[in-house]
């Protein structure tokens, strides 16, 4: 039988020795059940430090990316996030904790759908879903004072920097297909400033601002 508890202890213990500080961050990472966002088959790996299959073709991210990417958008509880890729609903559980409102686009049906019976399970309100191409944005509900991409981007999408609030932060992993730079793009007096916080591997996003499938 798995202690859950203490493997989650341990592997918060984990990011924080590779350098993850914010400690919202590390709370919500301590607090949310990993294992019940994977497959039955994978839970046992569920607080590794690594991405898992999620079907599909399709990854729930690796832990560390996950509180790495978080805590770049320094949320403080008051923003309206938009996030592309819904996937699992892992990182759309961690940014529900973070922030006031989460808009999460994903464009497989069926990923979104588990998501979405997680999402009323865990009695998240916080979160809105929709099936659809994220490259794009999500018009309706912009700005949004942070935006994160958890797919690989060949370059900036360009609606999603129009889509981005002033004062507004995004990071988006940008580059070739097999290995990407993760940026931090920060809207400022309507300027776009755009800095690399390291090298990262995601599956690719794809659709009009992103990759042909
Ligand atoms: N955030 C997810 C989680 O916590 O499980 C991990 C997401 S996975 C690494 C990337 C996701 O992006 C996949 O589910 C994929 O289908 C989705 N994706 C790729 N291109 C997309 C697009 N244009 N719009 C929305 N989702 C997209």
């Known amino acids: 039988m798995i202690n859950y508890h203490l493997a989650r202890e341990e592997l918060v213990d984990q990011l924080e020795r590779k350098g993850i500080k914010d400690n919202l961050v590390l709370a919500a990472l301590r607090e949310i059940r990993r294992h019940e966002f994977v497959p039955t088959n994978l839970r046992a790996r569920a607080y590794e430090d690594s991405p898992l299959s999620i079907g599909e073709d399709q990854t729930i991210s690796q832990p560390y990316m996950v509180a790495r990417m978080t805590e770049l958008l320094q949320l403080h509880g008051t923003e309206r996030v938009?996030?592309?890729?819904?996937?699992?609903?892992?990182?759309?559980?961690?940014?529900?904790?973070?922030?006031?409102?989460?808009?999460?686009?994903?464009?497989?049906?069926?990923l979104a759908k588990v998501a979405k019976e997680r999402f009323e399970r865990l009695e998240l309100r916080n979160v809105v879903q929709k099936v659809g191409d994220g490259s794009l944005g999500w018009r309706e509900f912009a700005p949004y004072d942070a935006i994160i991409v958890t797919a690989g981007a060949p370059e900036?999408?360009?609606?999603?920097?129009?889509?981005?609030?002033?004062?507004?932060?995004?990071?988006?992993?940008?580059?070739?297909?097999?290995?990407?730079?993760?940026?931090?793009?920060?809207?400022?007096?309507?300027?776009?400033?755009?800095?690399?916080?390291?090298?990262?591997?995601?599956v690719p996003l794809i659709g009009g601002g992103g990759w042909q499938e």
């Open 82 to 110: 938009l996030e592309i890729g819904t996937g699992s609903g892992y990182q759309s559980m961690v940014l529900a904790k973070l922030s006031d409102r989460v808009f999460t686009v994903e464009r497989i049906a069926s």
């Open 156 to 202: 900036i999408p360009n609606r999603l920097v129009e889509q981005l609030a002033e004062g507004g932060r995004m990071v988006v992993p940008t580059g070739p297909r097999r290995v990407q730079d993760l940026k931090v793009v920060h809207k400022k007096d309507g300027r776009i400033t755009t800095t690399s916080a390291g090298g990262c591997v995601f």
